[in-house]
T-cell receptor, first 110, second 115 residues
């Protein structure tokens, strides 16, 4: 079955700097890669996603890149703000079956 | 639209006891998921329903966990008997076939503590 790894497990950046979180997946059949943000004590929420026929997608300060050959995808957050502090999860999906990565705890320091 | 509802929000039980969780998905959502999220880890899929049929239950510990979605709407997840390692947040999510695949709407979760 699918296995998703995520790095780093924790990440601290200064406000205004960029943050990058990387994920790798094992199943070449996976064709959809969402990213979720989970604030402390709250439910995960979808922030951006990318399909396997696209290499990059951007939404304001957030972007995701996908390298199908290498089976890895990354989340990029620019101009980080304190409210970006949360746990971020990547996931890989085929159909409606999702496998989540272990998460990255991002702390944005003022 | 109303979100995914779950109850109870918190539950504390002793090991070997039984517990049940309830989920009401967003109206019209055909797909329903139950996830187990252990502290510091990502959600792990336990079972996925499409209407009232099971799509994937490969990671459900069937000797102690069971789930049903009899009328294709509400769902219950049961643990009997509970073990200490079952302490986790149990998340229910739902999605519609017509939406973006990742647009799973998560409920607030049930935090289970097994002592």
């Amino acid at each position: 079955g699918e296995n998703v790894e995520q790095h780093p497990s924790t990440l601290s950046v200064q406000e205004g700097d960029s943050a990058v979180i990387k994920c790798t997946y094992s199943d070449s059949a996976s064709n959809y890669f969402p990213w979720y943000k989970q604030e402390l004590g709250k439910r995960p929420q979808l922030i951006i996603d990318i399909r396997s026929n696209v290499g990059e997608k951007k939404d304001q300060r957030i972007a995701v890149t996908l390298n199908k050959t290498a089976k890895h995808f990354s989340l990029h957050i620019t101009e980080t703000q304190p409210e970006d502090s949360a746990v971020y999860f990547c996931a890989a999906s085929y159909g409606q079956n999702f496998v989540f990565g272990p998460g990255t705890r991002l702390s944005v320091l003022p | 639209e109303a979100g995914v509802a779950q109850s109870p929000r918190y539950k504390i039980i002793e090991k070997r006891q039984s517990v049940a969780f309830w989920c009401n998905p967003i109206s019209g959502h055909a797909t329903l998921y139950w996830y187990q999220q252990i502290l510091g880890q990502g959600p792990k899929l336990l079972i996925q329903f499409q209407n009232n049929g099971v799509v994937d239950d490969s990671q459900l510990p069937k000797d102690r966990f069971s789930a049903e979605r009899l009328k294709g709407v509400d769902s219950t997840l049961k643990i009997q008997p509970a073990k200490l390692e079952d302490s986790a947040v149990y998340l229910c999510a739902s999605s519609s076939l017509g939406q973006r695949p990742g647009e799973q709407y998560f409920g607030p979760g049930t935090r289970l503590t097994v002592t």
